[in-house]
T-cell receptor, first 115, second 116 residues
Framework: IAGITQAPTSQILAAGRRMTLRCTQD?????MYWYRQDLGLGLRLIHY???????GKGEVPDGYSVSRANTDDFPLTLASAVPSQTSVYFC??????????????FGPGTRLTVL | AQSVTQLGSHVSVSEGALVLLRCNYS??????LFWYVQYPNQGLQLLLK??????LVKGINGFEAEFKKSETSFHLTKPSAHMSDAAEYFC??????????????FGQGTTLQVKP
């Protein structure tokens, strides 16, 4: 079982370009999340999805969009990248979002640099 | 609003010494609390979690944490540090309830250095 895979591992992107970060889980988890990790700030939630077909905004959603067409995939899109979006991006999933008790499992991350 | 403060961005201990990583939370409702560990160039993995059962929670790799409501704290401890414990540690909070969407609020992280 692979758990959560993310692609690409790293990317350097010119400002203004569009970029999609991919996330796939094979645990049949209902809930999925995207976080960004910045030095000194910990992880901050960008968007989440409680179940296929639904999405919601997290703490720092501006400049990002997500979709959840099926259970396994949760891509994150930067429509027009800016340098402040340089960060490490982590995808996570949990069996259920209900009640907040379930452990979140994290992917290995994507390191994105926007120049 | 909920928040987490981790006291000390860097902690350095000698191998075999006590590990103490501090976490204080703010929450208007009884919280669920988590400690995650991140090894270099890897994602986060759960060490332990408090979900309103026993206040002393034991996790993996010999770590434990105690929920102290009066102090709004959830400090992480390990009696004897190993070199393999060197990593970044994150405390996180969420609120229980059916309306909760599982969103975690993370602290800024503490890097643990273990010296031989």
């Amino acid at each position: 079982i692979a758990g959560i895979t993310q692609a690409p591992t790293s990317q350097i992107l010119a400002a203004g370009r569009r970029m999609t970060l991919r996330c796939t889980q094979d645990m049949r988890h209902n809930a999925m999340y995207w976080y960004r990790q910045d030095l000194g700030l910990g992880l901050r939630l960008i968007h989440y999805s409680n179940t296929a077909g639904t999405t919601g905004k997290g703490e720092v959603p501006d400049g990002y969009s997500v979709s959840r067409a099926n259970t396994d995939d949760f891509p994150l899109t930067l429509a027009s990248a800016v340098p402040s979006q340089t960060s490490v991006y982590f995808c996570a999933s949990s069996d259920s979002a209900s009640g907040g008790i379930d452990t979140q499992y994290f992917g290995p991350g994507t390191r994105l640099t926007v120049l | 609003a909920q928040s987490v403060t981790q006291l000390g961005s860097h902690v350095s201990v000698s191998e075999g010494a006590l590990v103490l990583l501090r976490c204080n939370y703010s929450s208007s409702v009884p919280p669920y609390l988590f400690w995650y560990v991140q090894y270099p160039n890897q994602g986060l993995q759960l060490l332990l979690k408090y979900t309103s059962a026993a206040t002393l929670v034991k996790g993996i790799n010999g770590f434990e944490a105690e929920f102290k409501k009066s102090e709004t704290s959830f400090h992480l401890t390990k009696p004897s540090a190993h070199m393999s414990d060197a990593a970044e540690y994150f405390c996180a909070v969420t609120s229980p309830g059916s309306s909760n969407t599982g969103k975690l609020i993370f602290g800024q992280g503490t890097t643990l250095q273990v010296k031989p």
